[in-house]
């Protein structure tokens, strides 16, 4: 899977992407607030961030105590 087909996936299950600098977690445009990205907004380069809005949470799972959390 490419990563406009990426984004399109996790646009379709209604979440809000947006396309990060190679490589790093920043946006790669600095008005990514007001915007919203479509899948064809991505270069298959690009990282994808996910916005955590409308109940939407992210957790890093980079632990032990982490994961085990995580599952419950």
Do not use: H, Q
Request: proline content about 3%; charged content about 30%.
């Amino acid at each position: 899977m490419n990563v406009r087909d990426a984004a399109k996936l996790y646009i379709e299950k209604g979440w809000s992407v947006v396309p990060l600098i190679p490589g790093g977690k920043a946006c790669k445009d600095n008005n990514w607030t007001k915007l919203e990205f479509t899948a064809d907004m991505f270069r298959e380069s690009d990282n994808i961030g996910i916005r955590s809005v409308r109940g939407l949470v992210d957790i890093d799972c980079d632990a032990a105590e982490v994961v085990i959390l995580a599952s419950t």
